[in-house]
Every structure is written in structure tokens, then in C-alpha cells.
């Protein structure tokens, strides 16, 4: 390990661009493992000489092992050394990818895509780590760039994979992802400093118990994933749909145009780390509360014009992507603030909530959009945008850590007015205390004199 990224006690490392870029590159090119393959199932059909129904398995079993990955791995963050973990984790994932590059046989290549997506969790234990290294005024700017980099991975990989494999082999993709996760691992090894562990006196089964009990225990928690399910169905409808409806009437574009769509959505990413500044300004509530709001009008866009005209597909795309963002990182800030002891188990449960919503929003924007239009897909879309402002309005911006439904502390969204009253009610609070030690003091010393004056009478 470089000296310069040792960890010490005394001196905290600088969360400065450099490093924001290194951890939004890292995400992206991680997370793109899991996307690769949906723009190449033809191709991988035609290679292995297997039918439709067995190579649409592939991403399924990529999608399943990403979700046990979520499950048994991410929480090992709050157990073990960050940078060796994540180190571990690319290597591994990088070398899996060599075999989906080179093997011939179909099924080694579900198997290895199942362990692709198992151990290609590394911006999972990224997000917790950018918390940590950040400081608090800036924490929500630091996730940004992770959540970012987790967006853009997703549409810059269908992007990337279906240009690729129009013009040469699938193995190509696969090189590709090769050799940019080889960056991912030189980047990591000179720039993410060292973090010790966090829990050295917990076990592995009772990181795992704890992460089960906080979905039970933790209001935060618990109303952070009910919107995020409700957010990534949402999303995740919207994507799939949207090449059914821009490939039939009234648009008909070509495969390639509705792929370009991705870029679209890529511009609305990349205002992330704005984003990310102004939530820093703000309670987290209330930058979950613009975005909601945000999310139903440009639903609403999509309902009324999406069949329409262009303008409004567009429109609506890059709405959506964006404020998609915002409420993440401002849901992300929220729950990392419950315990900076557990934050990877904390993120873990949050971004399988993601995962849930992910695979709800698919199945069900699908069949929706075949059975009755896309009319009725949008219309379930900003139902699920109604649902994330319901919940949200269950328990108040200032509410305390255990409070499951309810309006307390204020209104008050400026984090630094906030903070100023805190630290006044502590002054007060600290002047009282000093006030009854000083009475107290007076009565000790007047029952010590009483004694004294006792004890002289009885002699």
C-alpha cells in the first residue's frame, strides 16, 4: 500500500475530485458488468446456437447473483478494511470476465455470469466508504457521485454493448469490460486511501443479525426503502417500455436510435453532483420532497404526451433520470445519519429494496404495456410516484430516530438553521446544568456546615 494512503488517526483524508472521479469511474464500469449482456442476447443466442427462451436466462441469473452479492458481501463493509475489500472484489470480478470472454460452452457462461453478478457489488461498498471519507456538510455531494456513477453504469452499458456488437463479436463487449474494470483496479490501488474496520468485535453471523433487525427497528430505514421500491419500479418500467413504445406507432425508430435514447438520459445523470450540492443545503426530507413532487409532474408528462409527440418522451426522460438521482442520494443521506457504525449494512438493505423495486417495475410495466398501452404503463408509473409522497409524509422532516408516524421538532428544512438552534438549546441546557451544580454545591456545603455545627454541639 502507497504510504501517502495509510490510514492515521490525526490527519483525514481529503474527499478532493480525484477522488470523486476515481469512485464515480469505479461505480459505472462495476456496475455495467450486470447490463452488458441485455443489447447482445441475438448474438449470444446465435454464438451458442441456443434458442431465445434459454439465453433471456442470462441476465436473470446475472440479476439473481448481484442480488446475493447485495445479500452476503456488501455488509462485510462495516466488518472488514475497505480498500482491501473492494480490491478483492474487482480482481475477482475481472477475472471472471476473462472467462465470459473466452469459454465456448453456454452453460459456463450462465455460471460465470451468475458469479459476475455476485461479485460485482464493489459501489455498494464504495457508497458507505465516500460517507465516511466526506465530511458531514458535504456527505450528500459524495454519494452523488456514487449514485451517478451506478446510473450511468446502467445506460452506458446497453449503449456501449449494442454499438459494439453491431459492428463486430459479442467477445469484443467483453473485452471492453476487461480492460476498463484493469483501470478500475490500477485507479483503486494508487488513489482510495485505507479505512480501518469499523466492528472488530462483531462476528460475520452477527453483522448479518443486526442487518435483520434494522429492517424492523429502523423508521428511517424502513420508509427510505418503501419509497425506493415504489422510485426504482418506477424507473425501471419506464426503460423497459420505453423501447416498445418508441419502436411501434407513432415513432417506429430503429433499434439504434431508441439506444441513443440512453444518451438522453446520461445528460440527466451527470447533473447529479449538482444535485448532490443542493441537497447538502437542505434537511434530507425536504430534497426527498422536491424530488417526489418533480417525479409525479414529469409521470404526469408521460401519461399525457408520451404517445403523442417526441418532445415529451424526452422531456420526460430527462426528469425522471434526474430527480430519480436527487431522491436517492437525499434517502441515502437520511439512513447513512441512523449509524456510521453500520452503514454498509444500512446501504445493503436499502439498495436491495432498490433491487426489488427493480424486478417489480419490469415484470409489471411489461405486462401492463402489452395488455393495455402505454397510456396504462405511464398511469401505473404515477401511481407509484403518488405512493413515494404518501410515505414520505408519514413522519415529519425533524422527527426523532424512533418515530414511525408523525409531525414533530418543526418545520424547519435549512440544515445550518438547525444545527444553530441545536447548539443554542445545548448552551442553555449546558448553562442549567452549571446553574443546579452551583445550587447544588451551595446545599452541600450548607448540610456539611449543619454537621459540623451538630457534631460541636453533641461534643
Known amino acids: 500500500m502507497p504510504t501517502r494512503l495509510q490510514y492515521r488517526p490525526n490527519k483525514s483524508f481529503h474527499f478532493g475530485l480525484v477522488l470523486q472521479i476515481v469512485f464515480g469511474f469505479a461505480s459505472t464500469f462495476v456496475v455495467a458488468n450486470l447490463y452488458y449482456c441485455q443489447p447482445i442476447l441475438i448474438p449470444l443466442s446465435l454464438a451458442f446456437n441456443v434458442s431465445y427462451s434459454e439465453v433471456s436466462l442470462v441476465p436473470t441469473l446475472i440479476q439473481a447473483g448481484y442480488a446475493t452479492g447485495l445479500l452476503l458481501i456488501t455488509p462485510a463493509g462495516d466488518l472488514l478494511r475497505r480498500r482491501q475489500l473492494i480490491l478483492l472484489l474487482v480482481i475477482i470480478s475481472l477475472g471472471l470476465t476473462i472467462g465470459l470472454a473466452i469459454t465456448s460452452s453456454f452453460v459456463t457462461f450462465e455460471a460465470l455470469s451468475f458469479l459476475v453478478g455476485t461479485f460485482s457489488v464493489t459501489p455498494q461498498i464504495l457508497l458507505p466508504l465516500a460517507a465516511d471519507l466526506a465530511p458531514p456538510a458535504k456527505r450528500a455531494s459524495a454519494l452523488s457521485v456514487v449514485f451517478a456513477g451506478l446510473l450511468l453504469g446502467v445506460l ?3 449503449v456501449l454493448s449494442g454499438i459494439i456488437a453491431q459492428f463486430t463479436s459479442y467477445r469484443v ?3 471492453f469490460a ?3 474494470q484493469a483501470f478500475v483496479l490500477l485507479g483503486v490501488y494508487a488513489l482510495v486511501p485505507d479505512y480501518p474496520s469499523k466492528n472488530r468485535h462483531l462476528t460475520y453471523g452477527q453483522i448479518m443479525w443486526t442487518m435483520a433487525k434494522y429492517t424492523v427497528t429502523e423508521p428511517v430505514l424502513v420508509q427510505a426503502c418503501l419509497i425506493n421500491i415504489a422510485s426504482s419500479a418506477a424507473f425501471s418500467s419506464f426503460w423497459v417500455t420505453l423501447t416498445f413504445l418508441l419502436g411501434g406507432e407513432p415513432y417506429n425508430y430503429s433499434t439504434l436510435v431508441i439506444g441513443l435514447f440512453g444518451l438522453i438520459g ?3 445523470v451527470c447533473m447529479g453532483p449538482v444535485v448532490g450540492k443542493f441537497i447538502d443545503s437542505l434537511i434530507p426530507w425536504y ?8 417525479l409525479l409532474i414529469f409521470q404526469a408528462v408521460q401519461v399525457i404526451g408520451n404517445g403523442l409527440n417526441i418532445a415529451a418522451v424526452i422531456i420526460a426522460t430527462l426528469g425522471l ?3 430519480r438521482q436527487m431522491l ?3 434517502l441515502a443521506t437520511s439512513l447513512f445519519s441512523i449509524n456510521p457504525n453500520a452503514r454498509a449494512r444500512l446501504n445493503a438493505v436499502y439498495i436491495l429494496s432498490l433491487f426489488i423495486g427493480q424486478v417489480m417495475g419490469t415484470s409489471v410495466g411489461t405486462k401492463v404495456f402489452l395488455a393495455h398501452g402505454w397510456r396504462a404503463c405511464a398511469g401505473v408509473t404515477l401511481a407509484y410516484a403518488g405512493w413515494q409522497i404518501f410515505i414520505l409524509l408519514l413522519r415529519g ?4 430516530r424512533f418515530t414511525w408516524i408523525g409531525w414533530e421538532g418543526g418545520w424547519e428544512g435549512r440544515i445550518r438553521k438547525v444545527k444553530a438552534t441545536d447548539d443554542v438549546e445545548g448552551q442553555s441546557g449546558g448553562n442549567n446544568r452549571k446553574e443546579s451544580d452551583v445550587d447544588g454545591g451551595k446545599e452541600k456545603t450548607s448540610s456539611n456546615e449543619n454537621a459540623e455545627n451538630g457534631g460541636a454541639n453533641q461534643s
Open 156 to 158: 452506458m452499458a446497453r
Open 173 to 175: 463487449v467483453y473485452y
Open 178 to 180: 476487461i480492460g476498463v
Open 266 to 268: 446520461i445528460f440527466g
Open 287 to 294: 430534497a426527498s420532497l422536491i424530488a417526489c413532487i418533480a
Open 321 to 323: 433520470d434526474l430527480f
Open 328 to 330: 436517492q442520494t437525499s
Open 397 to 400: 422532516p425533524n422527527c426523532g
